[in-house]
């Protein structure tokens, strides 16, 4: 039986949490990254960095480091991680005997539902590797955003929610990893949790270009938007969100826990 902190009779307001750097400008910086590629690449901007990139991990692309890539690239499956982090506040939550672990994944699978995939069918761009696969388009009209002509499954390559995705889910993962370590009595250390949060999107944002799958500008695309998801969902005061009464009896806190 794990000791586990009673809750206050009277809930605390609830703010929200601190991020770093602290204040809504970086997220206005986030944000005005994201339009300004998108904006840029709807005028045709930007096409020669893609191209050259490209290009280059074509011509530098062994069998070998194709294979590693393919690998390390798992990094950033949505499903997988939607999973894993899933278990790990089901885990908390039954450990703690309380819901609020499990909020974290719902809203982060919330974040990602709309605004990743809508983005995708809006924009309607295919990757690099359309004109090597079908539909085997001709290199030039791999580049554009907004081919709705074509099938939606050739066309959903911006912004790259591969990175997107390791970004949101590995922020989930750290989040939930120091509380369920500590109702097990050991602890992590913060450098190690940021490890877990940066290394992993770093490696899925290098792959998933390197192996042709998405443009550079896609990566970056997805990188603007993980980060801004990312903060969005760590600004939000787990232990304090009002749950219905009813639930008072699985209503713990695990962010400050014990």
């Known amino acids: 039986m794990i000791g586990v902190r009673e809750p206050n009779t009277v809930r605390r307001n609830t703010w929200l ?9 970086f997220d206005a910086l986030l944000l005005a990254g994201l339009v300004a590629v998108t904006v840029a690449l709807a005028d045709r901007r930007l096409f020669g960095i893609d191209r050259a990139v490209a290009d280059w991990a074509d011509a530098h692309r062994p069998p070998v480091a194709h294979g590693i890539a393919v690998v390390f690239n798992y990094l950033g499956q949505g499903m997988p991680l939607t999973l894993l982090t899933a278990g790990m506040g ?4 039954v450990r703690l005997h309380s819901l609020r672990p499990l909020l974290p ?9 709309v605004t990743i995939g809508p983005l995708k069918v809006w924009t309607a761009r295919p990757a690099p590797s359309a004109s090597v696969k079908e539909p085997y388009l ?4 791999t580049l554009p955003l907004f081919q709705d002509e074509l099938p939606l499954k050739f066309a959903q390559s911006y912004p790259s929610g591969h990175v997107a995705n390791a970004i949101l889910w590995y922020g989930v993962l750290a989040l939930l990893l120091a509380p369920l370590l500590r109702s097990y009595g050991r602890s992590i250390s913060p450098r190690l949790v940021t490890v877990v949060r940066v290394v992993p999107p770093v490696v899925v944002m290098f792959t998933t270009t390197y192996l042709g799958w998405h443009w550079l500008t896609d990566s970056v695309a ?3 938007l993980g980060l801004l998801l990312d903060r969005i969902l760590h600004r939000v005061p787990w232990d304090d969100v009002p749950l219905p009464g009813r639930l008072r009896n699985w209503n713990r806190p695990f962010i400050s826990y014990p």
């Open 17 to 25: 949490r601190p991020v770093r750097p602290a204040g809504w400008w």
């Open 90 to 93: 089901l885990l908390l939550a």
């Open 105 to 113: 994944s719902v809203v982060a699978f919330a974040l990602t539902y």
């Open 138 to 141: 001709p290199p030039e009209q």
């Open 222 to 224: 997805g990188l603007l």
